[in-house]
C-alpha cells in the first residue's frame, strides 16, 4: 500500500512539488523511449549532441580555446561518426582546467566528487536538470529488476566515513525511511557483524536487494557456510564492481533471487543495466553517447576490450565530452531479445576491487578506500596494499601534504574496519606506478 502511495502521490510531490525537479515527467519520457527504434534514438543522440556541442563551444572557455586551436567547427558534426574527430577529455584535463569547463551561462549548477575506484578522486560540476535525467535513467533501470521507487528495499553498500553531524545523520535516517531504504554498511564485515546484517535482513523482508557486488559475494559465502537461510527477496541489484559468473551463481543459490548487475559511476550515476533476459547492459543512450576506443582513440574492433569513453548529453553545468572514465569493456553494441531499442554493452572488465582481510577474519570490501578517501581532496592518486595480514600500507600522492589532523582522521576511520590486529602505515609517495595494461590497481590484495 505504502509502495504505490509512495511512487503516485508522494514521491511526485516532494520532487515536483518541494524540490521543483523533472524527475517524474523524464521518467516517464524514458519509459517510452526506451521502445523507440535504435534509429530513432540515434537520431535523438545526434540531437542533444549537436546542442551540447554549440552550447561548450559558447560558453565554456576550455573547450573553445581548444577546439578553435585545433580547427574544430561544431557545426560541421552533421552524424554521429563525424564526433570521432573530437579530442578525448581526461580526469587530468579536468582538475587543470575544471573552471575553465564550467558553463558561464545562468545554470544552477552543484560539485560532485568521485570515489576514485581508478585510484584518482575527482570533483567536478553538474547542473541541476542533468541531475534529474540521470536520476530518470536510474529509476527506469532499476525498474527493469523491479527495484523502482516505492519498493521495499535493502542496501549492502558504502555509508558515511568520518563525523557526521547529528542532525545530518538524522536527516539521512528519515531521508531513508521516507524512501523505504535500510542501509546495512559493509565497511565493517566482521562475522559478527555479518550475522546482525542477516538478522536485520531477516526482519526487515526487503522485496530488493541493492548491493556492491564484491561485499554482497562475501556476504552470501557468509551466509552459506554458517548454513543461514535468508529471507527470499524478488530480486538482487549490483553495482560499483563487475559481477562475475560464478559470483552470480553463488549469491543466486544463497538468496534465491534473480541478480540484475548494473554500470555507473559517480560522474553520471547508471550508464547501463541488466534487463529480464540478462544478455548485457542496456545503455542510458538517452542522456549519454558511450564508445569503446583503444588507446590511439580509435574504434575497439567488435569483440575486443577498449576504454570507455562517454559523453553526458545534458550536463550542461561543465561538460563532459568524450571524457575516459578509466574503465574497460568489450566492444560490440548488440540488441537484445526483449525488444528495447537500447544497445548492449557486452561485458565491463575493468572494475574490480580486491577484498582485504584481517587476522580476526573480517572482509573489507575495497570500496571502503575510495569512499574514504573522497574525503581528503589533497590526496591526488592512492593505492592500498595488503602483502600480509597484519599490514596494511596506504601509498598516497598528495598535493601539499595532509595535516597532522588529517593524518589522524585518516587513520582512525581505516582501523574502525580493520581492528587492532592489524598495522595501518601511511607512505608518502611521488608517483604510484601503473600496470602493463595500463591501469591502477587500487587494491592489491597479495597475502
Not at 58 to 63: G, L, N, V
Not at 400 to 410: I, K, N, P, S, V
Request: hydrophobic share 40%; charged share 25%; proline share 4%.
Amino acid at each position: 500500500m505504502y509502495g504505490q502511495l509512495y511512487r503516485h502521490l508522494l514521491l511526485p510531490l516532494f520532487d515536483g512539488v518541494v524540490k521543483g525537479r523533472r524527475t517524474m515527467s523524464l521518467w516517464r519520457d524514458a519509459e517510452e523511449s526506451q521502445w523507440w527504434s535504435r534509429e530513432r534514438l540515434e537520431g535523438l543522440q545526434l540531437e542533444s549532441l549537436q546542442g551540447l556541442l554549440q552550447h561548450a563551444h559558447k560558453t565554456c572557455s576550455y573547450y573553445a580555446e581548444d577546439w578553435n586551436a585545433r580547427g574544430l567547427d561544431v557545426s560541421q558534426v552533421k552524424t554521429l561518426a563525424d564526433f570521432s574527430a573530437w579530442p578525448l577529455l581526461t580526469r587530468d584535463v579536468i582538475r587543470r582546467h575544471r573552471l575553465k569547463m564550467r558553463t558561464t551561462a545562468e545554470v544552477k549548477r552543484m560539485t560532485k566528487a568521485t570515489g576514485g575506484s581508478s585510484g584518482e578522486p575527482l570533483q567536478f560540476d553538474l547542473d541541476s536538470g542533468s541531475n534529474d535525467r540521470r536520476t530518470a535513467m536510474t529509476y527506469r533501470g532499476y525498474g527493469w529488476a523491479g527495484a523502482a521507487p516505492g519498493t521495499k528495499q535493502l542496501y549492502i553498500w558504502g555509508t558515511a566515513v568520518g563525523k557526521v553531524p547529528g542532525w545530518k545523520r538524522l536527516k539521512m535516517d528519515l531521508h531513508h525511511r521516507f524512501d523505504r531504504h535500510l542501509i546495512l554498511s559493509c565497511f565493517e564485515f566482521t562475522p559478527e557483524r555479518m550475522r546482525q546484517h542477516f538478522e536485520r535482513m531477516n526482519r526487515y523482508r526487503a522485496d530488493v536487494i541493492v548491493a556492491y557486488t564484491n561485499p554482497l559475494y562475501e556476504f552470501a559465502r557468509f551466509l552459506k557456510r554458517e548454513s543461514l537461510k535468508p529471507v527470499r527477496p524478488n530480486a538482487i541489484v549490483v553495482g560499483a564492481e563487475k559481477l562475475h559468473d560464478f559470483q552470480r551463481e553463488v549469491i543466486e543459490e544463497v538468496f534465491g533471487a534473480p541478480i540484475f548487475e548494473t554500470y555507473g559511476s559517480r560522474e553520471f550515476m547508471l550508464i547501463g543495466a541488466e534487463c529480464e533476459h540478462h544478455t548485457g547492459l542496456h545503455l542510458s543512450m538517452e542522456n549519454l553517447l558511450v564508445e569503446i576506443l583503444n588507446d590511439d582513440g580509435s574504434p575497439t574492433p567488435h569483440g575486443e576490450e577498449g576504454n570507455v569513453v562517454i559523453t553526458d548529453l545534458f550536463n550542461y553545468g561543465m561538460p563532459f565530452i568524450r571524457y575516459v572514465n578509466g574503465d574497460r569493456a568489450v566492444a560490440g553494441f548488440d540488441m537484445c531479445p526483449c525488444g528495447r531499442g537500447l544497445p548492449l554493452l557486452k561485458k565491463v572488465v575493468g572494475r574490480q576491487l580486491d577484498t582485504l582481510e584481517t587476522p580476526d577474519g573480517r572482509k573489507i570490501p575495497g570500496e571502503f578506500f575510495p569512499h574514504l578517501i573522497k574525503e581528503f581532496p589533497a590526496i591526488r592518486r592512492f593505492q592500498i596494499v595488503q602483502e600480509k595480514l597484519e599490514l596494511i600500507t596506504l601509498k598516497l600522492v598528495v598535493d601539499g601534504g595532509l595535516t597532522l589532523a588529517e593524518r589522524e582522521q585518516l587513520l582512525g576511520e581505516v582501523r574502525k574496519c580493520t581492528g587492532t590486529q592489524v598495522d595501518i602505515r601511511l607512505q608518502m609517495v611521488d608517483d604510484i606506478p601503473l600496470t602493463n595494461a595500463g591501469k591502477l590497481k587500487v587494491v592489491v590484495h597479495a597475502v
